[in-house]
């Protein structure tokens, strides 16, 4: 692999950005189940560039979206240590954004009140706020349907109007926990794209929690291979090709080929009852 | 939206029982005197109710008992609504006021009014404070459902803002429990035009339907009682469809 690899390298892309360099070491998380402790994540030592698209890969229960919790600081209760440019992550801030697979915009509230509330706690003047959120709308290119309700949006509306609110904090790091896992396959493509071109625009550090190992080659610089029981890191590959890129090239493919056939080596499903529990 | 054909056979259909019970009670009356004493005549009735909106009787009682419960109404919503969410944010709340109010919320409503009569005599206080009381058990039970039952990914929403508490509870909790709190409030309106008339009833003092009731049925006068019944049970029902309308307009996302 290594080899193979070793003719796409590129010299390692310098990237300017506002700090996000995220560093985590010897992470443990594990849940009291009944009357045992179960480890969901183990062990994990991850470091993340600036500037950097990462894709987390990995069969049901290897953890991955817990790893985004912990990040984003919805959970604090963990060993070990989660770094966001040298200080510790206990709690959530506006440094960290991040997209949930479902849109989870506020059905009572229009699509441009949805991105404004995110700016909620910033002292900004309200013009500002304003600019900023007919900034982020015009991004994710949903200028014209500010004053729709979530209700009235398609899927890939709504998860694009979930991106802008996530973004419009201009936070040092994205994460993503399966975005466009819940979309049709075509508006899935579509909205890769879209995402490529927003970060290739932003250069903001994203992670993101995929199952479609494709989307993650055609995104990431950096895919993290999970594995389960306990949630571990397997395997960090990199995938040094400009972007934006060819879906279709050989080398995404084969890296890819190699990615699933890694994946489903062994059944994905969980073999034990215990590890079916979903925590 | 239905069909305009569709709307009037709908509303046809629902009146056809209430018309074929005025119809039996007609048959009734026309059995014998005696009869006609408990069953009154529908003309009778229909007379009755043209004289008493003539004299204005029918109008000074019937606003004096919509004001009483109008005030119960917005009042004990209010209380509710604030002790309910207190319930729902503080769990220190929760634990000090919750088995009380469960407990005290066990004893029927009428119980209460020989209690409120020594404290606070048969007047206007007390006929309000029955109606407060009435509007306030249904009013806390439901805010403290909604808010409890906020949809937690909204709340993560919450959290990932940094949202203090406050914010939190205005932006969030207090929406999603919206809802729960309308069918809390549908729910209070029945109690409240219940408890109106009820206390009218039991005290028997001032103007009000329940008063009204009262001096009819010590001076023999059924046709008036059933003025009152009628009058008690259709403004029930449509303050019962007002408010539905008003709920499906103001949470018209809920139903989409």
Same mark, same amino acid.
């Given at each position: 692999m290594a080899a193979r690899l070793a003719l796409y390298v590129n010299e390692e892309e310098t990237v300017e950005a506002a700090g996000g360099t995220l560093s985590i070491r010897g992470l443990c998380k594990s849940y009291a189940l009944e009357d045992r402790q179960v480890s969901v994540l183990k062990d994990i030592q991850l470091d993340i560039k600036p500037g950097h698209f990462v894709c987390i890969v990995g069969p049901s229960g290897c953890g991955?979206?817990?790893?985004?919790?912990?990040?984003? $600081?919805?959970?604090?209760?963990?060993?070990?240590?989660?770094? +966001?440019?040298?200080?510790?992550?206990?709690?959530?801030?506006?440094?960290? $954004?991040?997209?949930?697979?479902?849109?989870?915009?506020?059905?009572?509230?229009?699509l441009d009140e949805n991105i404004a509330l995110a700016l909620l706690n910033h002292d900004y003047p309200k013009a500002e706020k304003e600019?900023?959120?007919?900034?982020?709308?015009? +991004?994710?290119?949903?200028?014209?349907?500010?004053?729709?309700?979530p209700h009235q949006l398609s899927g890939g509306m709504a998860q694009r109007a979930a991106i802008a609110r996530a973004l419009v904090n201009e936070p040092r790091i994205l994460l993503l926990?399966?975005? +466009?896992?819940?979309?049709?396959?075509?508006?899935?493509?579509? *909205?890769?794209?879209?995402?490529?071109?927003?970060?290739?625009?932003?250069?903001?550090?994203?992670?993101?929690?995929?199952?479609?190992?494709?989307?993650?080659?055609? *995104? $990431?610089?950096?895919?993290?291979?999970?594995?389960?029981?306990?949630?571990?890191?397997?395997?960090?590959?990199?995938?040094?090709?400009?972007?934006?890129?060819?879906?279709?090239?050989?080398? +995404?493919?084969d890296i890819r080929e190699e990615i699933l056939n890694e994946l489903t080596a062994t059944s994905p499903e969980p073999d034990h009852l215990e590890e079916a529990v979903r925590i | 939206m239905m069909k305009p054909a569709r709307r009037i056979f709908g509303l046809l259909?629902?009146?056809?029982? &209430?018309?074929?019970? /005025?119809?039996?009670?007609?048959?009734?009356?026309? @059995?014998?005197?005696?009869?006609?004493?408990?069953?009154? &005549? /529908?003309?009778?009735?229909?007379?009755?109710?043209?004289?008493?909106?003539?004299?204005?009787?029918?109008?000074? =009682?019937?606003?004096?008992?919509?004001?009483?419960?109008?005030?119960?109404?917005i009042l004990g919503s209010l209380l509710g609504i604030a002790v309910g969410a207190l319930m729902g944010v503080s769990r220190i709340a929760n634990i000090l006021i919750g088995p009380l109010y469960h407990m005290v919320r066990q004893v029927p409503l009428m119980g209460w009014m020989p209690?409120?009569?020594?404290?606070?005599?048969?007047?206007?206080?007390?006929? =309000?404070?029955?109606? /407060?009381?009435? /509007?306030?058990?249904?009013?806390?039970?439901?805010?403290?459902?909604?808010?409890? =039952?906020?949809?937690?990914?909204?709340?993560?929403?919450? @959290?990932?803002?940094?949202?203090t508490r406050w914010q939190t509870f205005v932006q969030v909790s207090l929406l999603d429990a919206l809802p729960s709190i309308f069918t809390g409030f549908l729910n209070a309106l029945a109690f409240a035009w219940v408890a109106t008339v009820g206390s009218e009833l039991l005290f028997g003092t001032g103007a009000g339907l329940g008063s009204l009731m009262l001096i009819a049925q010590s001076a023999s006068e059924m046709e008036v009682v059933i003025v009152c019944i009628v009058a008690i049970g259709v403004t029930g029902c449509l303050m019962n469809y007002g408010i539905g309308r008003i709920r499906k307009w103001l949470l018209g996302w809920r139903y989409m």
């Amino acid at each position: 692999m290594a080899a193979r690899l070793a003719l796409y390298v590129n010299e390692e892309e310098t990237v300017e950005a506002a700090g996000g360099t995220l560093s985590i070491r010897g992470l443990c998380k594990s849940y009291a189940l009944e009357d045992r402790q179960v480890s969901v994540l183990k062990d994990i030592q991850l470091d993340i560039k600036p500037g950097h698209f990462v894709c987390i890969v990995g069969p049901s229960g290897c953890g991955k979206s817990t790893l985004l919790r912990l990040i984003v $600081g919805l959970d604090s209760d963990y060993a070990g240590e989660i770094l +966001l440019d040298g200080a510790r992550i206990t709690a959530p801030s506006l440094d960290r $954004g991040i997209v949930f697979q479902d849109h989870r915009l506020f059905p009572w509230m229009r699509l441009d009140e949805n991105i404004a509330l995110a700016l909620l706690n910033h002292d900004y003047p309200k013009a500002e706020k304003e600019r900023r959120v007919a900034e982020y709308i015009r +991004l994710v290119n949903l200028t014209g349907f500010e004053k729709a309700r979530p209700h009235q949006l398609s899927g890939g509306m709504a998860q694009r109007a979930a991106i802008a609110r996530a973004l419009v904090n201009e936070p040092r790091i994205l994460l993503l926990d399966e975005p +466009l896992g819940a979309l049709d396959a075509l508006t899935r493509v579509y *909205l890769q794209k879209e995402l490529q071109r927003i970060w290739m625009e932003r250069r903001v550090t994203m992670i993101m929690v995929t199952h479609d190992v494709e989307e993650a080659v055609y *995104l $990431g610089d950096e895919i993290i291979v999970m594995d389960a029981h306990p949630g571990r890191i397997k395997r960090s590959i990199k995938i040094p090709l400009p972007h934006p890129r060819d879906r279709a090239s050989s080398p +995404l493919q084969d890296i890819r080929e190699e990615i699933l056939n890694e994946l489903t080596a062994t059944s994905p499903e969980p073999d034990h009852l215990e590890e079916a529990v979903r925590i | 939206m239905m069909k305009p054909a569709r709307r009037i056979f709908g509303l046809l259909t629902g009146l056809a029982v &209430p018309l074929l019970c /005025v119809g039996a009670w007609e048959l009734a009356s026309r @059995q014998s005197a005696a009869h006609a004493w408990a069953f009154v &005549p /529908v003309n009778e009735v229909w007379r009755s109710f043209w004289a008493l909106l003539n004299n204005g009787d029918l109008a000074l =009682n019937f606003l004096a008992s919509l004001r009483s419960m109008l005030t119960g109404l917005i009042l004990g919503s209010l209380l509710g609504i604030a002790v309910g969410a207190l319930m729902g944010v503080s769990r220190i709340a929760n634990i000090l006021i919750g088995p009380l109010y469960h407990m005290v919320r066990q004893v029927p409503l009428m119980g209460w009014m020989p209690l409120m009569g020594l404290w606070f005599g048969t007047g206007t206080f007390s006929k =309000n404070l029955m109606v /407060v009381v009435a /509007v306030f058990y249904p009013m806390v039970l439901h805010t403290y459902e909604g808010i409890r =039952n906020a949809e937690k990914h909204h709340l993560e929403v919450a @959290q990932v803002f940094c949202f203090t508490r406050w914010q939190t509870f205005v932006q969030v909790s207090l929406l999603d429990a919206l809802p729960s709190i309308f069918t809390g409030f549908l729910n209070a309106l029945a109690f409240a035009w219940v408890a109106t008339v009820g206390s009218e009833l039991l005290f028997g003092t001032g103007a009000g339907l329940g008063s009204l009731m009262l001096i009819a049925q010590s001076a023999s006068e059924m046709e008036v009682v059933i003025v009152c019944i009628v009058a008690i049970g259709v403004t029930g029902c449509l303050m019962n469809y007002g408010i539905g309308r008003i709920r499906k307009w103001l949470l018209g996302w809920r139903y989409m």
